[in-house]
């Protein structure tokens, strides 16, 4: 009985008592099937180019919109749907009687159901080789313009943007004598506006990009995100959590959101955390490179000739703790350091490619998850903005991604740091960016042989550095990620006998480090550049 009053209302409100559809869709997935179901529910189908094409071709009688506006498709189809006929039907508020008269006066049937998402500018600009021109022309006008109309009228108007809510509606609709509820319609309004954003966003990113137009830090900041994928939960089983993708990051160099899982158990939350900071530290560097990491520091990290030797001087750093660890490689994992790999258990293994022989020995091992950066992201660093999340807001910051040259060092001992000294400070200070502050670490012949993260003090994370090595720390390289208030670090290191430091300076007491270290006959080299990570 409802069902029929509700059918009855509607025949009152179109005047002709049909039921009418607008289809204009640029992804066309599943279109013909929704339909072929809205047809059997008595929709008069109304489409435009292609969209009509695509129907006619899958059997389906539409009217096309220039039937209805009585223009064609004009200046190479960027006007289509732009008319007072298609809006009118759109926007007229179907419980409004002074609306239906002014519709009936015009000639124009008033639409239930608008289904319409927008041209492909998001993967069109990531298409190698896509030009400004081709970038133009695939910025929506018409399609925006009947989302947003749809969506302001819900009352009215249904307004699909999603493929994937096709089935939900013919059901709905099947199981409702043909009306949908108002509550449906407006979780349809919600998802147009969302569409329509995320759309904007994206352009908006595109113009700051090739013009340079949008500030660093405007007064508002709209950062906007495609979900990837349901996570199973949060950091802990309490919480719940998702997988998001910001808009445009191939622009922005490497992307851990563009890793594709080549096999093995889903990712959790904390492994995609402690995955970007293994991929990181590995690609920072341009020599061949090896990092292992567990909870996002570095617990192994070492260059080699080969990729088989990086590996095993990074896991001699600290086996036990690489136990559970994420394995990352700056070169394409091939079938010798797949099967060190294996032999100890870690959760995942990120690399730029894998050699067939590497992949077939690593899928021996169900559960472990194989990611692959693509060649393409082989050298290069994250660009986009650095957000941090706290209570009420935002920090957002430029990328850490600043890289420092030999010649920028500034030895301020008397004692000068011998060439294989200098190759080892240098790897140093891009070891210790990686590692939770306050960091210490000691390198030796380019592999890290201690390491001491996340300490309240300086001094505790020096100790720590040298209580967790294997190896013998004399001779070694000390770096540390800020400079040093007091002279302590000096002369512990003194005490172990370390041959060099590297670290930013800036202390009002420089001059006692300075003087330390000269009387320990210890090289210290000042960078002028702190690397602080909380």
């Excluded at 894998?354 to 194989?370: C, D, H, M, P, Q």
């Excluded at 008397?414 to 210790?432: C, H, N, R, T």
């Excluded at 290191?493 to 006692?512: F, L, M, N, T, W």
């Amino acid at each position: 009985m409802i069902a029929k009053k509700k059918l009855g209302n509607r025949k009152r409100e179109t005047g002709n008592g049909k039921k009418y559809a607008l289809l204009s869709v640029s992804d066309k997935k599943g279109l013909d099937k929704f339909a072929k179901g809205l047809k059997k529910l008595g929709f008069e189908i109304i489409s435009s180019g292609g969209t009509a094409k695509f129907l006619k071709k899958a059997g389906i009688k539409v009217k096309e919109v220039s039937g209805l506006t009585k223009y064609p498709h004009m200046l190479d189809g960027r006007v289509k749907t732009l008319h007072p006929i298609i809006h009118g039907a759109i926007l007229a508020d179907q419980t409004n009687p002074a609306h239906m008269k002014e519709l009936k006066k015009f000639k124009i049937n008033p639409f239930q159901v608008v289904v319409c998402n927008l041209y492909p500018f998001e993967s069109t600009i990531s298409k190698e080789g896509c030009t400004y021109e081709d970038a133009i022309e695939n910025i929506d006008i018409g399609g925006p313009c009947m989302v947003r109309a749809a969506a302001k009228n819900s009352k009215s108007v249904a307004i699909v943007v999603d493929p994937g809510d096709y089935g939900k509606i013919i059901d709905e609709l099947k199981g409702s004598g043909g009306a949908l509820s108002a509550e449906t319609k407006q979780r349809l309004a919600y998802k147009a506006f969302a569409h329509t954003k995320y759309y904007d966003t994206v352009i908006v990113k595109y113009f700051s990009t090739m013009f340079g137009s949008e500030e660093a830090f405007p007064e508002s900041k709209t950062i906007q995100l495609k979900k990837v994928q349901d996570l199973r939960y949060g950091e802990n089983p309490h919480q719940k959590a998702a997988f998001y993708k910001e808009a445009a990051t191939e622009d922005m160099g490497s992307a851990i959101t563009n890793a594709k899982q080549l096999h093995g158990k889903e990712l959790s939350f904390n492994n995609i955390v402690d995955m970007d900071a293994a991929w990181a530290a590995a690609n920072y560097f341009a020599d061949t490179t090896v990092a292992i990491v567990k909870h996002t520091n570095p617990c192994g990290l070492a260059k080699g000739e080969t990729l088989h030797s990086a590996y095993k001087k990074a896991l001699d750093c600290d086996p036990v703790s690489a136990f559970g660890g994420i394995v990352a490689a700056n070169r394409e994992i091939d079938e010798a350091t797949a099967k060190e790999i294996v032999k100890l258990f870690v959760e995942i293994v990120i690399a730029p490619g894998y050699s067939a022989g590497a992949l077939s020995v690593l899928k021996e091992k169900k559960n472990l998850r194989i990611m692959d950066m693509g060649e393409a992201a082989l050298g290069k660093q994250f660009r986009g903005m650095d957000y941090k999340r706290v209570s009420g807001g935002i920090l957002v910051q430029d990328p850490d991604i600043a890289q420092l040259a030999v010649t920028d060092f500034k030895v301020v001992t008397k004692k000068q740091p011998s060439m294989a000294q200098m190759e080892d400070l240098f790897f140093s200070w891009g070891v210790v960016k990686h590692v939770k502050s306050n960091a210490i670490v000691i390198i030796k012949n380019g592999k890290a042989i201690g390491v001491g993260a996340g300490q309240m003090s300086r001094i505790d994370a020096a100790e720590l550095a040298v209580k967790r090595s294997r190896s013998d720390v004399k001779g070694g390289i000390l770096a540390s990620d800020a400079f040093f208030p007091f002279p302590d670090v000096v002369e512990f290191a003194g005490r172990y006998g370390i041959a060099a430091i590297i670290q930013p300076g800036g202390s009002k007491r420089d001059q006692e480090s300075i003087d330390k270290a000269n009387e320990l006959e210890i090289a210290m080299v000042f960078t002028g550049r702190r690397h602080f990570k909380h």
